[in-house]
């Protein structure tokens, strides 16, 4: 289950939620209002190894960029 950062578009409040469903919307714990926003803190599941997948040396240069 992950923990999403959410803002309130009402009170300006941050906070975390933990999602158990996608569907579902948290609620802000300051003024209870269900208008936020997640924020882009995403949670520690990211394997940072490129988006394209796979290895990444195939732009054929030697050098180790992702020139291409
Ligand atoms: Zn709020």
């Known amino acids: ?36 926003g997640r924020l882009m803190s995403a949670p520690a599941a990211s394997h940072s190894e490129g988006s394209s997948g796979g290895h990444s040396h195939s732009c054929g240069c030697g050098c180790n960029c992702h020139c291409h």
């Open 1 to 36: 289950m992950p923990i999403y950062e959410y803002k309130c578009n009402k009170c300006g409040a941050t906070f975390e939620a933990l999602i158990r469903s996608s569907s579902e919307a948290p609620q802000c714990p300051e003024c209870n209002s269900k208008e936020v």
